[in-house]
């Protein structure tokens, strides 16, 4: 066992503490990662406040993490001591359904082992993520970081990242496709890096006028201010083949349907309280509204390959661990400037 700082939750109102939890040495097939950098996405706060319902406490979130392997266990072929490597939003899964088969294993049958708040398959007990110095996962749920990719920047490509790549590639975005983006966040900027260099026309939909330099500037084509307004839904209806919805709370869906041209397909990605969709925003021009959860393994190694290739990496605002609090009551802000990401060498500080 190895003794390991990280930061919980102890309750859904309480902020984030100083916590100490004990990772365990490698089984056959693990590996021990000394933890770098943990990115902190809008589902860590989410979680830990009880958005999707009750939570067991202390939970320690953090599901984009980069670090390098620190030891291996019995029989770990793909891995050695010092290698640069990430860990997303699941650590493990069945192996045996239909969708783990085929690389998808965060649709699994019987659940994704969520990286935190999740339960291990073999021992019942809950996992804790990468607020901390260390972790232990299985070989076949680790990411190599390919060289090149630097690994504060890299890591919001474990969640955030990915969570964009996917969907773009599932619902066939094509080069000189007209993308939309709505809500210019942590996924929003990686949707609009990746569509840029996928070869779209990315069009950035927010709420914040103050975004606009830095939409630009990210390589989007254009910017529209879209709020409560139904003039922005006019002016651009019938514009977009497709549109990836970040936004972290709810918002009018019909008024960004009506932006599609026919046939055109919008994501959902964020997940904020329910709102009611038209039937006639879809049938009028035979869209589709559709949902994305983050992407497998497989498929996040081509992404992190992707990125290397094509010098795609996060925008970061690099944070000490006992700033997490703050960073928090600025991301319910929409003040992500565009992903905040720890630096664990803090935790010795903290
Ligand atoms: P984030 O960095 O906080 O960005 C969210 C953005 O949403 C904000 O910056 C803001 O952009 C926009 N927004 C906020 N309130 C809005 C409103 N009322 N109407 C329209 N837009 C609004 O969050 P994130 O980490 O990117 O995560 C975004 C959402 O995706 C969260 O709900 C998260 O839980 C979810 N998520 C889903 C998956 C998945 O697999 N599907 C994976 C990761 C995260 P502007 O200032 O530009 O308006
Ligand atoms: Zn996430
Ligand atoms: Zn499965």
């Given at each position: 066992m190895h003794k390991t700082a990280a930061y919980a939750a102890t309750?859904?109102?309480?902020?984030?503490?100083?916590?100490?939890?004990?990772?365990?040495?490698?089984?056959?097939?693990?590996?021990l990662?000394?933890?770098?950098?943990?990115?902190?996405c809008h589902s860590d706060l989410h979680t830990v406040r009880g958005d999707w319902g009750?939570?067991?406490?202390p939970l320690v979130p953090g599901h984009e993490?980069?670090?390098?392997v620190a030891a291996v266990g019995e029989g770990v072929s793909r891995y050695k001591v010092g290698d640069a490597v990430g860990v997303g939003c699941f650590v493990d899964s069945c192996r045996a359904c239909e969708h783990c088969k085929a690389g998808e294993e965060q649709y699994c049958a019987e659940g994704m082992v969520g990286t935190y708040a999740g339960r291990d398959r073999s021992t019942?007990?809950?996992?804790?993520?990468?607020?901390?110095?260390?972790?232990?996962?299985?070989?076949?749920y680790v990411l190599r970081i390919p060289e090149g990719l630097p690994l504060d920047r890299a890591a919001p490509l474990l969640c955030a990242g990915i969570t964009t790549w996917s969907p773009l590639k599932h619902f066939g975005l094509k080069a000189g496709d007209e993308l939309a983006v709505v809500g210019l966040g942590g996924l929003g900027h990686m949707a609009?890096?990746?569509?840029?260099?996928?070869?779209?026309n990315v069009t950035v939909l927010s709420t914040s006028e103050g975004k606009r330099a830095d939409a630009l500037a990210l390589g989007a084509h254009a910017f529209e201010v879209v709020g409560k307004d139904p003039a922005a839904g006019k002016k651009l209806a019938r514009r977009f083949h497709m549109i990836l919805d970040t936004a972290s709370a709810a918002h009018d869906y019909n008024l960004y349907l009506g932006m599609l041209?026919?046939?055109?397909?919008?994501?959902?990605?964020?997940?904020?309280?329910?709102?009611?969709?038209?039937a006639g925003s879809l049938v009028m021009a035979r869209r589709r509204l559709a949902g994305s959860l983050i992407g497998g393994i497989r498929e996040t190694q081509e992404m992190l390959d992707f990125c290397a290739a094509n010098g795609v990496v996060s925008d970061i605002e690099l944070i000490d661990i006992a700033d997490i609090n703050d960073a928090y009551e600025r991301m319910l802000r929409s003040d992500v400037r565009y992903r905040f990401v720890i630096d664990a060498a803090s935790f010795g500080a903290a």
């Open positions: 309750s859904a109102t309480s902020p984030l503490a100083p916590w100490t939890l004990e990772r365990r040495a490698p089984r056959t097939g693990e590996v990662i000394d933890i770098r950098y943990c990115g902190v009750p939570m067991d406490y993490i980069v670090g390098h019942g007990e809950p996992t804790q993520g990468g607020y901390s110095t260390r972790i232990t996962v299985h070989e076949d609009v890096k990746l569509g840029v260099a996928l070869g779209a041209k026919v046939d055109g397909t919008m994501v959902l990605l964020g997940m904020p309280e329910p709102t009611l969709v038209g």
